[in-house]
């Protein structure tokens, strides 16, 4: 079980204290048994695994580790594609109108499945009535970063220089509606603080500002991230969003030390399928899936990574992203953020 997330006798708790989500899964097991064409034989043609983000994230690296392994347990190749832009909702959009016939599959994350539908008021897509939840597969923490020459030491100095200057700190992210940036956004919710958001068109050109030009700068990103840079020593970690400490970091303290008890936050990854994929079919995807992440290798692979793998029922897997859903529902709205797509 991942550290964000907690199964008690089949209910899911994401990140804070939450309902059980019946409805939510009663949906999905409805979807599931609704009477339809046979399940198709998975094996012949090739599974293609949709990634909305372009080649190199953290979305990419996983569906590059999982698809040979689970081609292999498919008996059938599983192609990775990509298909960014639009934040994730082209990928999103193509996979609704895909066939469900198991043979079209999409990598799901916090940004298009958790944050979009509550952030965009003009989705092409709709979660609930488009996707069928099939695996959940891995997340990763976020972390608080700055320039080693700055003040800030813990997540606690960030607090207190936020209040006594409210507005005057900024915060960078990869652009507005990115994780980063609704991770900062939870965090000045949780701590009732402001700062001002500096968005840049991709995390790479806000690295270059946090730890160049400047120096006052901090960023919410993700751990594999940011963890070239802090071992070259060219930024400093301040805080990460597990509840207790990750092995990957192990001198760095959680925001819970800090004195901000709500801020965990894992960002995550996991399967979806078009809605109608017939029964058999997720059964057979699940299961093949959740063996190829139990393999030693691809728990290396992605442990070097940064990711922790997800183990999850399908039916918990929807509790999660229900509750996923419903929490960034909350933040998108204290935070007063809407967008077109």
């Given at each position: 079980m991942d550290a964000g997330t907690k199964n008690t006798g089949g209910t899911v708790m994401f990140h804070r204290k939450s309902s059980a989500l019946v409805v939510a899964v009663a949906g999905f097991v409805c979807a599931v048994m609704m009477p339809g064409a046979n399940a198709q034989d998975l094996t012949g043609r090739p599974v293609t695994l949709i990634v909305p983000f372009s080649p190199g994230g953290g979305t990419d690296i996983i569906a590059r580790t999982v698809a040979p392994r689970l081609g292999e347990r498919l008996r059938t190749s599983v192609v990775v594609e990509n298909r960014p832009g639009a934040a994730g909702s082209i990928a999103a959009q193509f996979t609704a109108r895909s066939a469900p016939d198991g043979h079209t599959l999409m990598?799901?994350?916090?940004?298009?499945?958790?944050?979009?539908?509550?952030?965009?008021?003009?989705?092409?897509?709709?979660?609930?009535?488009?996707?069928?939840?099939?695996?959940?597969?891995?997340?990763?923490?976020?972390?608080?970063?700055?320039?080693?020459?700055?003040?800030?030491?813990?997540?606690?100095?960030?607090?207190?220089?936020?209040?006594?200057?409210?507005?005057?700190?900024?915060?960078?992210?990869?652009?507005?509606?990115?994780?980063?940036?609704?991770?900062?956004?939870?965090?000045?919710?949780?701590?009732?603080?402001?700062?001002?958001?500096?968005?840049?068109?991709?995390?790479?050109?806000?690295?270059?500002?946090?730890?160049?030009?400047?120096?006052?700068?901090?960023?919410?990103?993700?751990?594999?991230?940011?963890?070239?840079?802090?071992?070259?020593?060219?930024?400093?970690v301040v805080a990460v969003s597990t509840r207790e400490r990750t092995s990957l970091m192990p001198d760095v303290p959680t925001f819970v030390e800090a004195g901000i008890p709500e801020y965990v936050l894992e960002y995550w990854y996991g399967i979806v399928a078009p809605a109608g994929t017939p029964a058999e079919v997720l059964t057979t995807l699940h299961a093949q899936t959740a063996d190829t992440l139990r393999q030693p290798e691809v728990k290396e692979t992605l442990a070097r990574q940064g990711l922790a793998p997800i183990d999850l029922t399908p039916e918990e897997f929807s509790a999660f992203v229900r509750a996923d859903m419903a929490r960034w529902a909350e933040v998108v709205k204290a935070a007063g953020l809407k967008l077109k797509n």
């Open positions: 990598i799901g994350s916090t940004s298009e499945i958790g944050i979009n539908p509550s952030l965009y008021a003009d989705l092409p897509y709709d979660v609930d009535r488009d996707f069928i939840p099939v695996t959940p597969l891995a997340s990763t923490p976020m972390v608080l970063v700055v320039d080693p020459s700055s003040p800030i030491k813990t997540a606690a100095d960030l607090v207190q220089l936020a209040r006594e200057q409210p507005g005057a700190l900024t915060f960078a992210s990869a652009g507005v509606g990115s994780g980063a940036h609704l991770a900062a956004e939870l965090f000045l919710h949780e701590t009732k603080t402001k700062m001002t958001h500096v968005p840049y068109k991709g995390v790479g050109q806000a690295f270059a500002d946090v730890i160049g030009a400047q120096k006052g700068m901090v960023l919410f990103t993700s751990l594999p991230s940011a963890t070239a840079l802090a071992a070259s020593g060219k930024l400093r």
